[in-house]
């Protein structure tokens, strides 16, 4: 417990994560398939590849329950994935950006089973603080809620 009483998150003391170029975070892996996109998001990607915005979002996107998604690859990776590194590196969306610190998997239980899992990069590298973690959580709450606004 903390000093106000919270219960204190599991992963507080931090997590020790490094990407290892797997590129198995860019495959589909179940409820996990879609990449989905804010503006923002479809913003940065078409200036990374030096499209506009429209013409960014009808070739690489599709509209899916009111939302905009990246399509799917071959084999469900993601379009942008080649050789197990991504294309789009610097304009990927906050969904990638946040990887692995989502909300709906930072549930110790479900970081072991579906992070861990097939992520080889759970463990590895340097200490992510619990202040880094919240944070990162909370740019994913807040790309999530822009979705559902429409934005």
């Given at each position: 417990?903390?000093d ?6 599991w992963?507080?003391?931090g997590?020790?994560f490094e990407?290892?170029?797997?590129g198995?975070c860019?495959v ?11 503006l ?8 990374t ?6 013409a960014?979002?009808?070739?690489h996107c ?7 998604r ?6 469900e ?14 304009g990927r969306p906050?969904q ?8 709906e998997?930072?549930s110790?239980k479900t ?6 899992g097939?992520?080889?990069?759970v ?11 919240a944070a990162?959580?909370e740019e994913?709450?807040r790309?999530e809620?822009?979705?559902?606004r429409?934005?």
């Open positions: 417990m903390t106000k009483g919270e219960k204190r998150e992963w507080a003391d997590i020790r990407c290892q170029g797997s198995q860019c589909s892996h179940g409820e996990f398939g879609f990449v989905w996109m804010t923002e998001d479809r913003r940065r990607m078409a200036a590849l030096g499209m506009t915005t429209s960014f979002t009808r070739a599709l509209l899916t329950d009111g939302l905009y990246l399509k799917d690859g071959a084999g990776a993601c379009v942008f994935l080649k050789d197990k590194r991504c294309t789009v590196y610097e906050a990638c950006r946040t990887w692995p610190f989502w909300p998997v930072m110790a970081w072991a089973a579906e992070v861990a097939f992520c080889p990069g463990g590895k590298g340097r200490l992510h603080t619990g202040e880094e973690i990162t959580l994913q709450r790309s809620e822009t979705l559902v429409g934005g």
